[in-house]
């Protein structure tokens, strides 16, 4: 250590084990016998379409299979499963089901290009930025190119190629090796993973970094009556020269290449309504343990040394499908860095992103808006000092890239997107952003990282045209905003993207009175609650200190939710809650799985699982559920219910100085809770 407190710091030359190279070979003869099995009654593998790369085209995919009752959690998007959507997504939208249609001609040839975009940007201000999402773009890129291709001779065999190239770095994007079948599908190369319902805010896996190279195992088929699901990917990651070479604790700093190993693991157990986990570690590189035995050990370990030698990240991810008379999608992400006390299903440094997707209201309009918001100490936390970063860009969240770098300060965005399909042709999408860091720093290590000067809110305003124009898609943008440094900055963009062949887009369909169909489905509620709140806190800020119960308290209620029929008897649903005057703060709700059983015409019972939020001097996280009964239309439209609930272990991270210093960085709230309301069904 040098006389400033500073690790020492040592090279370490990459040494590649004889174990590690009998793997490969041995990934090698798995792959080559995967190509010679026998396929019969196998569908076979599927290309995908790109990610962040045709902003226009993929907001009408989304919105192909929100209508389509498919709810997805994961992309980039096979290409298979949009086609096997078309057929229920024409029942609602004609129009734009025949565009997605003839733009997904193309992937079905022998060989094509599939997409190509040039962008030509003016830039004022902003240097130092990045455009969120777009795979690392800087925002005083005066250019921005992408183009992708396959060749296909074989139903279980595409080769693809792409690329992405911008001021100072092209990556080879969509270039992978895809071989397999629509129940195990292999993809090597440099491939996308984004892990989350949402489109704008994945806290885990993005493409706010340059695209890693990467092997994937995948399904693009969901599997069985649940609709299993699996995604299990490897990448190696760029280089760092903050890596303590003994883990955390240690001082010394080596030169490494970490990986990154994934899992994804989701259901889709009733039609509109999937879940599932996501989990990654990021370990090895700089004389960290790197072997297989390392991994298997740990990524299944999340409270071993996973937490001191590796970097770990997990969520909860759903997605819930409102086939009501204007359908639309809700969904939700809840994740952590790290475990908590009392289980390894506790997360903490939480995070919790919500969304809302209507993909046609008012025939013309589709309106996206989302919310995140995560603790301190993401992207951070680990051996690996430059944090869950490539090219010292975060793989998840993108506000995370709005901070000084090392400071693991807590924040919240919110992305609010309107698009609108005019009668003279064309798509107009508007989109804003906004970013407020928490007042408080959490820098990691101060003597390789500043302090943090004071933060500022966070604006990104867009508008964005696009139209067909003989086989091309020609359109302009204009971004204008200011990041948390104060920095303002203007891009005005021209763009012209391949269009496939002459009739690949549509240019003039109408949009309104051809092919819409009522989708709303019988059973399906959307439902305004009010009513009363009693409730108790026990508080344990540190283990050496008593345990504080808080007197009973009474305060308003409300909440706001939906539900669908999926049987004769029974019902599920999502909801929001809200609860005043909990030991003087507000309590929100997130109920992720909210079920339902009619006993009778008049009496039915549930239980629900969700995420909690504490609004304490900084917020506070974790999982909620409860039990509950209600009388159902004590008159038309009016139900009467109660709910009891109870959210275990509320977590709030010590990252202010007023706060209780001990041996534990948390303290913890257990709230009990019931709740009497009036439910008005719409």
């Known amino acids: 250590m040098n006389g400033r407190g500073a690790p020492a710091f040592e090279e370490t030359d990459p040494i590649v084990s004889r174990r590690s190279r009998r793997s490969r070979h041995a990934a090698f003869a798995a792959v080559a016998a995967l190509l010679t099995m026998e396929t019969a009654g196998a569908d076979g593998a599927s290309g995908y379409l790109p990610l962040n790369l045709e902003p226009e085209m993929e907001r009408q995919i989304e919105r192909v299979l929100i209508l389509a009752n498919e709810p997805i959690l994961k992309r980039p998007i096979a290409v298979a499963l949009v086609r096997a959507a078309l057929p229920e997504a024409c029942e609602v939208d004609k129009p734009l089901c025949e565009k997605v249609t003839r733009y997904l001609e193309r992937y079905s040839r022998d060989y094509a290009l599939t997409h190509a975009s040039a962008t030509a940007s003016y830039t004022r201000g902003g240097k130092g930025d990045v455009v969120p999402n777009e795979h690392g773009l800087p925002d005083n890129s005066h250019y921005d190119l992408s183009a992708q291709g396959f060749l296909q001779q074989s139903d279980y065999l595409i080769a693809s190629a792409g690329a992405v190239a911008y001021s100072g770095r092209t990556v080879p994007t969509g270039s992978m090796l895809t071989l397999g079948f629509n129940w195990l599908q292999i993809d090597a190369g440099f491939r996308d993973h984004w892990w989350s319902p949402a489109t704008d805010s994945s806290q885990l896996q993005s493409t706010e970094a340059p695209t890693r190279p990467s092997i994937t195992v995948s399904n693009w088929e969901p599997l069985t009556r649940l609709g299993f699901q699996y995604e299990f990917f490897w990448e190696r990651m760029s280089t760092s020269d903050h890596i303590l070479r003994g883990g955390q604790g240690t001082t010394i700093l080596s030169r490494g290449n970490p990986k990154l190993f994934g899992v994804q693991l989701s259901i889709e157990p009733l039609s509109g309504w999937s879940i599932g986990i996501n989990r990654t570690l990021q370990y090895g590189g700089g004389g960290l343990p790197d072997t297989a035995h390392f991994l298997i050990k740990d990524f299944f370990r999340p409270g071993g040394t996973s937490q001191t030698l590796g970097n770990q990240e997990a969520s909860y991810v759903t997605r819930y499908i409102v086939p009501a008379k204007t359908p639309f999608a809700v969904y939700f992400q809840y994740g952590g860095e790290n475990t908590l006390d009392g289980g390894s299903y506790l997360l903490g440094e939480a995070s919790l992103t919500a969304g809302i997707d209507f993909p046609r209201i008012w025939h013309h309009f589709d309106i996206t808006y989302e919310v995140s918001e995560w603790q301190n100490g993401w992207y951070v936390n680990s051996p690996f000092q430059d944090g869950m970063v490539n090219n010292r860009l975060v793989t998840g969240n993108w506000g995370g890239d709005q901070r000084s770098f090392g400071d693991g300060v807590g924040a919240r965005s919110q992305m609010l997107r309107v698009g609108w399909t005019p009668s003279f042709g064309g798509y107009l999408e508007e989109r804003v952003r906004l970013l407020q860091n928490q007042s408080y720093a959490y820098v990691v290590v101060p003597s390789l990282f500043a302090v943090p000067p004071p933060y500022r809110h966070y604006l990104d305003a867009m508008v964005r045209y696009s139209r067909p124009y003989n086989g091309l898609t020609v359109g302009g943008q204009v971004d204008a905003g200011h990041d948390v440094f104060g920095k303002t900055y203007t891009r005005i963009s021209g763009f012209v993207r391949y269009g496939g062949d002459a009739h690949t887009r549509d240019e003039d369909a109408p949009d309104e009175g051809s092919g819409e169909a009522d989708h709303a489905k019988t059973g399906t509620e959307v439902f305004l609650d009010a009513g009363i709140n009693v409730n108790r806190i026990n508080i344990n800020l540190e283990p050496n200190l008593p345990i504080q119960v ?97 959210a275990q272990n509320v977590a709030r991270n010590h990252v202010l100085a007023t706060d209780i210093q001990g041996p534990r960085p948390d303290s913890f709230y257990k709230i009990e809770s019931g709740v009497l309301f009036l439910s008005r069904k719409f």
């Open 550 to 646: 808080t007197q009973t308290e009474f305060g308003p209620h409300f909440g706001v939710g939906a539900r669908r029929a999926v049987s004769e008897s029974n019902d599920l649903g999502v909801r929001l809650e809200a609860d005043d005057r909990v030991d003087g703060h507000l309590l929100l709700g997130a109920r992720i799985v909210d079920w339902r059983h009619r006993f009778t015409d008049h009496f039915a019972m549930g239980t629900f699982l969700g995420v909690a939020r504490y609004n304490l001097a900084t917020p506070a996280y974790s999982l909620y559920s409860g039990l509950g009964a209600q009388w159902v239309d004590i008159v038309p439209k009016w139900d009467l219910g109660f709910d009891f609930r109870y």
